[in-house]
């Protein structure tokens, strides 16, 4: 039980606090689901009023302005990749606690949570709940995770988790009873709860029951033997983590507690998920989510999603699509009336950056892509106006790399920094450098005599990406640079970047462009090497120094400091200090150059489809795409999709 009288920081607890006996009261007659009840005649499957936990989270959708739906149908979306099936762990976002559509968190799988004094996180489970075979979730789970999975040698060599640790201290963590689990640490660890709500959750817990067959201290030795043969790999450990891969979601054996279930063997070209019968979220009038029946995820090729969408074949689709893909969209609502393209906002602090490789290996060009003088060269040399003009008609924000408008911390001198389009000054900074000798082609010489031509490797994903390096090319030939554009496969590109191979790479801004003082700055500091401008740096943090390079400039190393300087702050205003200092050394040495930001994300929605938000904002963090939308809660008229 909570204790009123302790320091208590944050407290929450889900909307029902009665047990269900009590709730039912106050709820229409349970309806067993269309979809499982032939499986509830034939006695395989308990009715539901067995199955919801006896506290569920009842969702009151009028209090959400949004209608109430019925369960049936089954919803059409398209991914361009099979690794993407993952995506319904994201669209489903069913988290130990989540954003709301406000970006404030709420308890979602847990019943409600405690904080003291953002060191001690005491998790309260909701009794009763069930992974979706309809085994037990409880604090076993969590214990699971922690003493069998996280700090097993075998199966995480490098430890718990990197949020799990503050100041190089991992927590005492306690289990008091079935439906408790207690984190608690030395130093305040502020952003513990925001991993748990991200797009892709740390999952602290594991489906204990089901894995346990596969650890060498539960299973039996032979039958576990049999089973690494089997799986044709070539150790227990290797052979857990294979099955262990909740957010990878394609091993249908697997336990969930999301929305929907994998109902598919292997890879397929349709792969089926099908609701879950144990899902903890009812409507107030006592029907179980999610209303949709079945999500039927196709893989197609990048090119044909638009194209598959325009042609009224998608129900739910906005991965995939682009602005430029407004018009055919627009043309195909008019033509077939089987759709409507609502626009978001998107998210992203930028919808195209470019990356110059701090740790590039080639020593001539890391040398000067390491001197802010070429960096910010080229910013200014980018015509943005004409870029958002001849790619966006004007409707996304032309500037550099920073927060949107959304965040506290948005100040426009930050988007404007070193963003004008000046190609005097861009000569003027290169000439600076030592950078004046030229070929016949008025290129520049690099200092080993080589001509000045930058390679930028793209995804080859993104039709507006290449087309705004076209017009970058023109741009920085004007100041004697020439942009060469290399199109990759998407991993083959990342680790390139990573090993140090490529020089400069071109993608989305962080994908956080809406921070809260809660939000973790980390992404700002060079503690991840999936930042394409320091991915060495960023090996170095993640590694505890096995791998990658220290950083060896001095504002990387601030940054850092302000990384530290939010982690053991106590007050929203420090953490507040620390962020805005970081924007301004992001602004002040261009690590990233934003191009435009805020472009309008198309989203194809079937006319059949309902609570779907007409306007809202396509993001992965924080936000999980439709997840903060609440996918469960979509529904389709009549329940026929």
Do not use: C
Request: aromatic share 12%; proline share 7%; no cysteine.
């Amino acid at each position: 039980m909570f204790d009123a009288k302790k320091p208590v920081l944050a407290l929450a607890l889900a909307v029902a606090l009665l047990p269900f006996s009590a709730l039912a009261e106050a709820l229409p007659q349970l309806k067993e689901s269309a979809f499982w009840q032939q499986e509830v005649d034939a006695g395989d499957l308990p009715p539901v009023a067995e199955r919801i936990p006896e506290t569920p989270l009842v969702v009151d959708l009028e209090a959400k302005g949004r209608a109430y739906g019925v369960q049936g149908g089954a919803l059409n979306t398209m991914v361009t990749r099979s690794k993407d099936i993952r995506q319904m762990v994201v669209y489903g976002y069913a988290r130990l606690v989540g954003y709301d559509a406000d970006y404030k968190l709420q308890p979602d799988i847990l019943l409600g949570y405690e904080v003291e004094n953002n060191r001690r996180f005491t998790l309260q489970l909701r009794p009763g709940h069930h992974w979706s075979d309809g085994s037990p979730f409880t604090s076993a789970d969590f214990e699971y995770w922690w003493k069998d999975v996280a700090n097993h040698p075998q199966l995480s060599p490098a430890g718990p988790p990197d949020f799990m640790r503050v100041e190089g201290e991992l927590p005492e963590v306690s289990f008091p009873d079935a439906t408790t689990v207690v984190f608690e640490w030395t130093h305040p660890n502020p952003g513990f709860l925001h991993h748990l709500a991200q797009a892709r959750p740390p999952f602290i817990y594991r489906p204990s029951a089901y894995l346990k067959q596969f650890h060498a201290d539960y299973a039996d030795p032979a039958a576990l033997a049999d089973e690494v043969d089997y799986a044709r790999v070539k150790s227990w450990a290797a052979l857990h983590n294979k099955y262990d891969n909740m957010y990878q979601f394609d091993n249908f054996e697997l336990p969930t507690l999301q929305p929907w279930m994998n109902a598919t063997v292997g890879k397929k070209i349709r792969q089926l998920f099908v609701r879950n019968p144990y899902y903890h979220r009812l409507d107030a009038k006592g029907v179980q989510l999610p209303y949709i029946d079945t999500v039927e995820m196709e893989i197609v090729s990048g090119g044909l999603v638009a194209a598959k969408s325009n042609a009224g074949e998608a129900d739910l689709q906005a991965r995939g699509l682009g602005f430029r893909d407004i018009p055919i969209l627009r043309k195909g609502e008019k033509d077939g009336g089987t759709y409507k393209t609502h626009l978001w906002g998107t998210g992203t602090a930028s919808q195209i950056a470019i990356y110059p490789n701090l740790n590039a290996n080639d020593p001539v060009w890391r040398a000067l892509l390491r001197d802010v003088r070429v960096r910010r060269a080229l910013s200014v040399a980018i015509n943005r106006a004409a870029i958002n003009r001849a790619l966006y008609f004007n409707l996304a924000k032309a500037g550099a790399m920073t927060v949107l408008e959304q965040s506290p911390f948005f100040d426009p001198a930050l988007r404007a920094a070193w963003a004008q389009f000046d190609p005097d000054l861009a000569n003027q900074l290169l000439d600076e450098v030592g950078l004046t000798e030229k070929d016949g082609y008025g290129i520049r010489k690099l200092p080993d005599g080589r001509r000045m031509e930058l390679i930028i490797e793209t995804a080859g994903e993104r039709q507006e990406v290449e087309n705004a390096l076209q017009i970058i090319t023109d741009d920085w030939r004007d100041v004697g640079v020439k942009l060469v554009m290399r199109p990759l496969d998407r991993d083959i590109l990342r680790n390139r970047v990573f090993s140090g191979t490529t020089t400069a790479s071109v993608w989305y801004g962080w994908d956080n462009g809406l921070p809260q003082p809660y939000t973790s700055p980390a992404y700002l500091a060079p503690t991840d090497q999936v930042f394409l401008a320091w991915p060495k740096w960023g090996q170095y943090y993640q590694t505890g120094g096995a791998a990658g390079e220290a950083p060896d400039m001095e504002p990387a190393q601030h940054l850092l400091d302000l990384l530290h300087d939010w982690e053991t702050a106590t007050t929203d205003e420090e953490r507040s200090a620390a962020w805005r200092q970081m924007l301004k050394i992001h602004a002040d040495q261009v690590y990233g150059i934003g191009i435009v930001a805020g472009a309008p994300q198309p989203v194809v929605v079937s006319n059949r489809l309902r609570n779907v938000p007409e306007r809202g904002i396509w993001a992965w963090d924080p936000g999980a795409h439709f997840g903060v939308h609440r996918m469960d809660e979509f529904f389709f008229v009549d329940g026929e999709g």
